[in-house]
């Protein structure tokens, strides 16, 4: 286990493989012991990344601020995932001594798990990608993701949702059902790996619990 800070992110690296990495951009602290164990259990590296600036540094373009009231989203993700590329993905793979071919799975929650899909849709430095509770109800998004040209990605995208994430008392929030059901079968039609699940609960909901479904879906055991 090693703990390291670049560029006010603060990162918690789990080596378990050189090969295979998973990215993880959360919002809330989860417990060493916890992210070793899951290292070990799937097999992967994991890097586990907070302190980015939650509502800029995840939206990729400029918004109004949502609960009304909140201030805008300014959309920095560009800079954001310049950042990931040129420090934080070389420092991490530095440290492991990863070979040219590792394979890198970028997973988030909320904003980040709209930030994994977006950076998806433009670039190919992740393999896969998960996007538990993704903001998908972001302005723009699905005229945005619909307009752009298919990206060659081979790997694996998975979603969840919580069944009570539609009847927030939000109204900017309620279409993130309907919204990431048009996104998920949007990418399947077009030959994308994914696979979408709708689970019992609310947004923050048994997080440890969805972050686990999500990584035994994209790191299977051989028995599964």
Known sequence: MQKFTIDNLHVILADSSATRICYMLYPLDLPSTMIEGMAREFGITIAFITNMNWDDDLTPWPAPGEPPGCPSFKGHASSFLKLLKSKLLPEVERRINAPITVERTLAGVSLSGLFTLWQWMIDDTFHNIISLSGSFWYDN??????????????????????????????????PVQSDTEEIVGYLHDKGIDVFFELVQGNHYQYGEQRLLRSLRYIYPSPSQ
């Open 141 to 174: 998004l699905v005229e945005w993701l619909k307009s752009q040209p298919l990206p060659a990605q081979t790997g694996k995208a998975y979603f969840l949702l919580g069944n009570l994430e539609a009847k927030t008392s939000v109204k900017a929030f309620r």
